[in-house]
């Protein structure tokens, strides 16, 4: 079956300009998380959504940063005023029901800000 | 707080030769443990966790609680497991929660 999908696969974008990266999670799947892995680290947790509310937004790192999942199951991860410091590769996973089930990852989508 | 740390960003071994890639985690509850693996040009994976008490393609890795540790270990490298492995964390007493992520080891197979 498809597994997570995210587009654009590669943004390149100036600095102080908003964008929108989207996630479609596997069918079904009620939890879906977003990471984001910075060069020569492991990714980090930005966000958790258990259907179409967010359990836990503890890791955005400020309020340029939102993220909505209106009908439990597409997400979109908006930034606004992006800086060169948001320039890293998001990733979007996907589980089927408690957050400790196996979590199925997107491709990710590589945010270069210029 | 919940860390992984994962000591070797680089471990170069020969073909044959035994594995052993080492995490350790700090977490005051119970914690769920897990490796993820990505293979070059392909998306973040699971590799095994510790719960399954599993062996995939040929890797274990026992959870000791008292070192606090999570080491990921193979007898036989082969070239196909030439990868990015990474340790996880997730606190099972704590409902559902995000994984933690360690920064990683590159394991290169040298033939």
């Known amino acids: 079956g498809a597994g997570v999908s995210q587009t654009p696969s590669n943004k390149v974008t100036e600095k102080g300009k908003y964008v929108e990266l989207r996630c479609d999670p596997i069918s079904g799947h009620t939890a879906l998380y977003w990471y984001r892995q910075s060069l020569g680290q492991g990714p980090e947790f930005l966000i958790y959504f258990q259907g179409t509310g967010a359990a836990d937004d503890s890791g955005l790192p400020n309020d340029r940063f939102f993220a909505v999942r209106p009908e439990g199951s597409v997400s979109t991860l908006k930034i606004q005023r992006t800086e060169r410091g948001d320039s890293a590769v998001y990733l979007c996973?996907?589980?089927?029901?408690?957050?400790?089930?196996?979590?199925?990852f997107g491709p990710g989508t590589r945010l270069t800000v210029t | 707080a919940q860390r992984v740390t994962q000591p070797e960003k680089l471990l170069s071994v020969f073909k044959g030769a035994p594995v052993e890639l080492k995490c350790n985690y700090s977490?005051?509850?119970?914690?769920?443990l897990f490796w993820y693996v990505q293979y070059s040009r392909q998306r973040l994976q699971l590799l095994l966790r510790?719960?399954s008490r599993e062996s995939i393609k040929g890797f274990t890795a026992d959870l000791n609680k008292g070192e606090t540790s999570f080491h990921l270990k193979k007898p036989f490298a082969q070239e196909e497991d030439s990868a990015m492995y990474y340790c996880?964390?997730?606190?099972?007493?704590?409902?559902?929660?995000?994984?933690?992520f360690g920064k990683g080891t590159r394991l290169s197979v040298i033939a």
């Open positions: 996973a996907s589980s089927s029901f408690r957050g400790s089930d196996e979590q199925y």
């Open positions: 977490y005051s509850g119970s914690p769920e």
């Open positions: 996880a964390l997730s606190g099972r007493d704590s409902g559902n929660t995000p994984l933690v």
């Open positions: 510790h719960i």
